[in-house]
């Protein structure tokens, strides 16, 4: 999968060497020589990781702006470059990721291959998988429903039940995943419900192996699209 960046910077130098990282990371690459002009990118444009040339006239400014609109932050990773000891604090910018010039190669292979790695575990966190296929579940160990998955997430189910079930006590549901042989169980509780026999199922209590399981083939479907 593809990821997009954009490097605001005027130092081609630097900047060739990050899109060579960035491109051997699988990381579309844009370049503004303006502040000005990457805020406007920003605005219409969905942009994975942010790299903040420090040097350039305007950043102080632009990075302002990025810190009065905090939403915008949250869905970019912000990079830090060109950064003088002692000339800027970098908590006060929003950045998450920071290096200096010159660029140290192995530095910035480091640093933008975490901030790749956060975009990333982000997306998996709430990206959902549809499903049609049984899901049990059990509010004491004597009653168990079976229900239909409708789609899948790390943080818990959507499905869909077509009897009536008590869904104020806690819940253990259990199903198996396409194309794996482990079944997978958990403690779960009730979210939300609709009148039509449509539940939202959180995840309470997921032990260790299963909930990598689970990370795992929700990556292999999110990397398969």
């Known amino acids: 999968m593809t990821l997009s960046s954009m490097v605001v910077s005027r130092d081609w130098q630097e900047v060739s060497v990050l899109e060579c990282i960035l491109g051997g990371l699988h990381m579309d690459v844009t ?9 406007a990118r920003l605005n219409r444009s969905k942009i994975d990781a942010l790299i903040v040339d420090c040097d350039l006239n305007g950043t ?10 905090p939403g915008r932050l ?30 140290s190669v192995e530095q910035a292979v480091r640093t933008l291959s975490a901030a790749r790695n956060m975009i990333l575990d982000g997306r998996l966190r709430y990206h959902r998988v549809c499903l049609e296929i049984p899901v049990s579940l059990s509010a004491n160990s004597h009653k168990r429903v079976a229900a239909q998955l409708i789609n ?26 396409p194309h794996t042989k482990d079944t997978l169980q958990a403690n779960a509780e009730v979210a939300w419900r609709d009148e039509r026999g449509n539940v939202g199922i959180r995840f309470v209590n997921i ?7 689970l990370r795992l083939w929700l990556a292999q479907q999110f990397f398969g699209n």
Request: proline share 7%; net charge negative.
């Open 31 to 39: 370049v503004e020589a303006e502040p000005q002009k990457a805020m």
């Open 207 to 213: 032990s260790p192996a299963m909930n990598q399981t």
């Open 152 to 177: 899948v997430s790390q943080g818990g189910l959507h499905v869909h039940l077509d009897e009536k079930f008590d869904t104020a006590k806690p819940l253990r549901v259990s199903f198996v995943l």
């Open 74 to 103: 949250n869905t970019v990773p912000l990079v830090i470059m060109g950064m003088p000891q002692g000339k800027l604090d970098v908590a006060a910018t929003g950045a998450i990721f920071a290096f200096e010039k010159p660029i």
């Open 60 to 69: 102080g400014q632009f990075l302002r702006e990025l810190q009065r609109e």
